[in-house]
């Protein structure tokens, strides 16, 4: 149980037409998950319900705060246990953590926070299994935009394997040399998923054309 809740605000506005319920509210219960995805979208559920009993208090039931608009303003989800084995924290504010095989390490939809890069053992999208991180390659390039999701799941590849989760904007200023090689890094991979896409791509094109139900498909797109 990694991260932790830190005092979340959230900001919580009724969709429905001309209702003027717009509120702020500060979730300071203990919520602890495996990602800070796990946690933010705990606290959300949190908020909303919250939300929902101030609002029908306020406003009646005559329509409910079904699907509100919530966003979080304030707070933070911290990493916790750094006295835990599976995770350190450097100097350098670099968390070093610790999986076990087929342990998510980052999942798809989650905010992007940081950069990531293999320090022992491997590790690979479940999608894309073929794709491989080795020691040194990074992945997590949508840390390098400010509110990107993870793209997709990435998953340990053999127990004990090890990730430094970078900053970005911290390492920057410490350490540009080694942010810039990370960014380097990050990039070539990004361009090496587009190759694995385009491969993809002509593989289900030459499966299209190779289908028997191509002379009709022809018939069709002939009588053009
Ligand atoms: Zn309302």
Known sequence: MPYRLNKGVFDVRCRYPHCPFHDQLEIDQNI???????????????ARDQAMVKHDSIYGRRHGLENPEIRMIGGSCQLVGTN???VTATPLGVIIRQYAKGEPIVRRGEE???LCQVLKGYAY???NKGHRYGVGDCFGAAALLPNHSRLTDIVAGNDATEIAFYRLADLKEKEP???SRLVTNVMEDTLRVMEDLGRAVDRLRKEVDARPARRSLRRVTGSR
Not at 37 to 45: C, I, N, T
């Open 32 to 46: 602890m998950g495996m990602t800070e995805g796990d946690v933010r979208s705990e606290a959300l559920k949190m």
């Open 84 to 86: 835990n084995a599976a």
């Open 112 to 114: 992007a926070t940081s």
């Open 125 to 127: 999208p479940p999608m």
């Open 177 to 179: 040399a080694q942010a």
